[in-house]
């Protein structure tokens, strides 16, 4: 049964949607706190801990970002006035970003701020810092920077080029179920997790801070695009095995879980 009929509940693969709405919600609570034995990490078992990021791979082009003394585009913005004008953008100009300008925005959404052995501290908070996100960046519209796949690089303030793509537009569009307007983007933000990172410290528990983590480097990505004169849209709609599979993650120890065009707003 997939319609609503004379009163009925709705059934999707044999569970009312009244039962699947409840067994979401146990997701948003805090029960596995009080329920699973912490002593049974792999932290708590002397597993060393996992890297901060994915490392470059021996023949990858690596791309240094400019750093804070060249963002010259980048403007001073009261707090106040940025969260008042926090929106979701749609609607872009065709102007190309500047490279400056995406340096700054992966900054403040994953840059270190410092590091010591096995952690880092960054521009977002992180249950137990374990910051179990990868940022890869879709370049549509961006000086100096071919239409392709980056991955940020935070310990290095840098990019890796995975791949290079002139259709990438197009297909991300198509991935993320029809919304064109990514297209016209100057670059698309997607967040990967990577989940180990997080369940090393926290097991079952890292599913929820991995969400919680991911909106917060969102609205950081919010605010910041009031710095340069962008703006931005989280996504949360998009077909999983499609957006896996177009910036090659393998879809189980990583996935994308959320997604933001940014552009030059109009």
């Not at 310990?155 to 991935?175: I, N, V």
């Amino acid at each position: 049964m997939t319609e609503w009929a004379d009163g009925r509940e709705r059934k999707i693969q044999g569970i009312t949607m009244d039962e699947q709405t409840k067994q979401r919600r146990q997701f948003l609570k805090n029960h596995i706190h009080t329920e699973f034995d912490f002593s049974r990490t792999d932290q708590a078992q002397g597993v060393p801990v996992p890297p901060a990021e994915k490392p470059p791979r021996t023949d990858q082009r690596v791309i240094e970002l400019p750093g804070p003394k060249q963002w010259e585009t980048v403007a001073p913005v009261d707090l106040t006035r940025a969260i008042r004008k926090r929106r979701s953008r749609r609607i872009f100009k065709e102007k190309p970003m500047r490279v400056e300008e995406l340096a700054f925005l992966l900054w403040a959404t994953q840059g270190v701020v410092r590091q010591g052995p096995g952690y880092t501290m960054r521009t977002v908070p992180s249950a137990g810092a374990r910051h179990a996100l990868e940022t890869y960046v879709c370049a549509l519209h961006v000086a100096e920077l071919p239409s392709g796949v980056y991955r940020y690089l935070p310990t290095r303030h840098a990019l890796a080029e995975e791949f290079l793509d002139g259709e990438l537009g197009p297909k991300l569009a198509e991935a993320c179920l029809g919304q064109r307007f990514l297209a016209t983007a100057g670059a698309v933000w997607v967040w990967t997790a990577v989940p180990y990172r997080m369940e090393w410290r926290y097991g079952p528990v890292s599913a929820k801070a991995i969400a919680l983590d991911t909106g917060h480097a969102g609205q950081n990505l919010y605010l910041a695009c009031e710095a340069v004169d962008c703006g931005t849209c989280a996504i949360g709609a998009y077909d999983q095995k499609r957006m896996d599979a177009l910036i090659r993650a393998d879809g189980e120890d990583e996935f994308v879980v959320y997604l933001a065009p940014v552009g030059k707003a109009k």
